[in-house]
């Protein structure tokens, strides 16, 4: 596909992953909507990077992302591309009495059940489309589970299965507009997701180095792109996937709770 002349729609799109592919793909000649639903980070991007459209956005919500489709349709009827950056990750020791579910729930909202409620609500106006692109972005820790992050594993799986599916869907009913990629980053310390990791941390990916490889991956029309060490996750994940979860499971826990879990 080529990634000049789009329209583009970027959710989470005001920091990490989603903000940067937003500035390359706005650099490379397109049109691009980012939305997030802190009006602070929507100002931020706003002030910081005044080429790019912004549009305040819950997509946990599914009334925020309806309202997000209908103004998309009377405002940037062009809509091409639908890339879904939106995303949460903890830590949550399951042992803790005081852990609140709620707050477990929320990872489930944004990362899976938002993804989800943004490619059904914008498919209509997708299939209209002479060329179409929807990435989903799910984690190396779709193919491995972190016992550190269970509920983000868990999300993360789910967008992987999902996206999968949706991709068979439309070649069964053969929709040959629609291209459907899924981005699979290893760690990105500088999303900063979370404060306890570091640039210096094994396996660590920068930034502009994984937006790149996302970037070919659109270009090349990529039905699955597993960026740096990701891609070794996934070939774990197939050949030893529960010796590698207990190894990578029991060096997590260490660092994310030192004290234990009890």
Same mark, same amino acid.
């Given at each position: 596909?080529?990634?000049?002349?789009?329209? +583009?729609? +970027?959710?989470?799109?005001?920091?990490?992953?989603?903000?940067?592919?937003?500035? @390359?793909?706005?650099?490379?000649?397109?049109?691009?909507?980012?939305?997030?639903?802190?009006?602070?980070?929507?100002?931020?991007?706003?002030?910081?990077?005044? &080429?790019?459209?912004? =549009?305040?956005?819950?997509?946990?919500?599914?009334?925020?992302?309806?309202?997000?489709?209908?103004?998309?349709?009377?405002?940037?009827?062009?809509?091409?591309?639908?890339?879904?950056?939106?995303?949460?990750?903890?830590?949550?020791?399951?042992?803790? *009495?005081?852990?609140?579910?709620?707050?477990?729930?929320?990872?489930?909202?944004?990362?899976? +059940?938002?993804?989800?409620?943004?490619?059904?609500?914008?498919?209509?106006?997708?299939?209209?489309?002479?060329?179409?692109?929807?990435?989903?972005?799910?984690? &190396?820790? %779709?193919?491995?589970?972190?016992?550190? =992050?269970?509920?983000?594993?868990?999300?993360?799986? &789910?967008? =992987?299965?999902?996206?999968?599916?949706?991709?068979?869907?439309?070649?069964?009913?053969?929709?040959?507009?629609?291209?459907?990629?899924?981005?699979?980053?290893?760690?990105?310390? *500088?999303?900063?997701?979370?404060? +306890?990791?570091?640039?210096?941390?094994?396996?660590?990916?920068?930034?502009?180095?994984?937006? %790149?490889? %996302?970037?070919?991956?659109?270009?090349?029309?990529?039905?699955?792109?597993?960026? &740096?060490?990701?891609?070794?996750?996934?070939?774990?994940? @197939?050949?030893?996937?529960? *010796?590698? *979860?207990?190894?990578?499971? @029991?060096?997590?826990?260490?660092?994310?709770?030192?004290?234990?879990?009890?």
């Amino acid at each position: 596909m080529k990634l000049t002349n789009n329209t +583009i729609l +970027i959710t989470g799109g005001t920091s990490g992953i989603g903000l940067e592919l937003a500035r @390359q793909l706005k650099k490379a000649g397109n049109t691009v909507i980012v939305t997030g639903r802190s009006t602070k980070k929507i100002t931020q991007v706003n002030e910081s990077d005044p &080429g790019l459209i912004t =549009h305040v956005v819950d997509v946990s919500n599914e009334s925020s992302v309806k309202e997000l489709a209908i103004w998309a349709k009377k405002n940037y009827p062009d809509l091409n591309i639908v890339i879904n950056s939106a995303g949460i990750m903890r830590s949550y020791n399951l042992l803790d *009495e005081e852990l609140s579910v709620t707050d477990m729930i929320a990872e489930i909202s944004t990362n899976l +059940i938002g993804t989800i409620t943004v490619d059904k609500i914008f498919l209509p106006q997708l299939l209209s489309k002479s060329e179409v692109l929807i990435v989903n972005i799910s984690s &190396g820790l %779709a193919n491995l589970s972190a016992a550190s =992050h269970p509920v983000y594993s868990a999300t993360k799986a &789910g967008v =992987h299965m999902f996206t999968s599916a949706l991709r068979e869907q439309l070649d069964y009913a053969q929709v040959n507009n629609i291209h459907v990629m899924e981005l699979v980053p290893p760690l990105v310390a *500088e999303t900063n997701l979370e404060s +306890i990791v570091s640039t210096d941390m094994p396996n660590n990916m920068s930034l502009k180095d994984l937006v %790149a490889v %996302a970037i070919s991956g659109m270009e090349n029309n990529k039905i699955r792109v597993n960026a &740096g060490f990701a891609a070794q996750m996934r070939q774990a994940g @197939q050949t030893s996937p529960d *010796e590698t *979860e207990h190894q990578m499971g @029991q060096q997590m826990l260490k660092k994310y709770f030192p004290k234990g879990l009890l």
